[in-house]
């Protein structure tokens, strides 16, 4: 990795992310990736000493398998959130299958952790009223938890 001073942070020069720019405001570091022809955020927290090198790590074991955890995620999505769907956020009373489910939900960002932990974040396709569906997988590549936010 390259540093260059810019600000209280340097920018990160980083193989396949390019440069990684801090962003003061959320306190952590973005730049983008192009996922299916989707521009992705990536979001990566500093640790303690507002060092990034662990989540850096994490970041290229899993965008280097997107596409299986991507796919991964919308399944553990319908497991967790399609019966909510079904049973409360209802359109004009159809229920939806599971493939219709995971084809409305489309990646947007991800944000890694110091401890190993990563949150994917889809659109919702209007599934939950454009809240976002957050998926959250721990450092092993299990995802233990799905929501919607916002």
């Given at each position: 990795?390259?540093f260059?001073?810019?600000?209280?942070?340097p920018?990160i020069?980083?193989?396949?992310?390019?440069y990684?720019?801090y962003?003061s405001?959320?306190?952590?570091?973005?730049?983008?990736?192009?996922?299916?022809?989707?521009q992705?955020?990536?979001?990566?927290?500093t640790?303690?000493?507002n060092?990034?090198?662990?989540?850096?790590?994490?970041?290229?074991?899993?965008?280097?398998?997107?596409?299986h955890?991507?796919?991964s995620a919308?399944?553990?999505?319908?497991?967790q959130?399609?019966?909510?769907?079904?049973?409360?956020?209802?359109?004009?009373?159809?229920?939806?299958?599971?493939?219709?489910?995971?084809?409305?939900?489309?990646?947007?960002?991800?944000?890694f952790?110091?401890?190993?932990?990563?949150?994917?974040?889809y659109?919702?396709?209007?599934?939950?009223?454009?809240?976002?569906?957050?998926?959250?997988?721990d450092?092993?590549?299990?995802?233990?938890?799905a929501?919607?936010?916002?």
């Amino acid at each position: 990795m390259e540093f260059e001073k810019c600000m209280n942070y340097p920018d990160i020069k980083h193989e396949f992310l390019g440069y990684l720019r801090y962003n003061s405001e959320l306190d952590w570091y973005e730049s983008q990736v192009v996922f299916y022809e989707t521009q992705l955020t990536i979001s990566i927290s500093t640790d303690d000493n507002n060092k990034v090198e662990s989540a850096l790590y994490r970041v290229n074991s899993v965008v280097r398998e997107l596409k299986h955890h991507a796919k991964s995620a919308k399944e553990y999505a319908v497991e967790q959130l399609l019966k909510l769907k079904n049973e409360t956020w209802l359109d004009e009373g159809e229920t939806l299958t599971s493939e219709e489910f995971k084809n409305r939900m489309t990646l947007e960002g991800l944000v890694f952790f110091p401890d190993g932990e990563a949150e994917l974040y889809y659109n919702d396709g209007n599934l939950f009223l454009r809240h976002c569906i957050l998926i959250k997988m721990d450092k092993h590549d299990c995802f233990v938890d799905a929501s919607i936010r916002g």
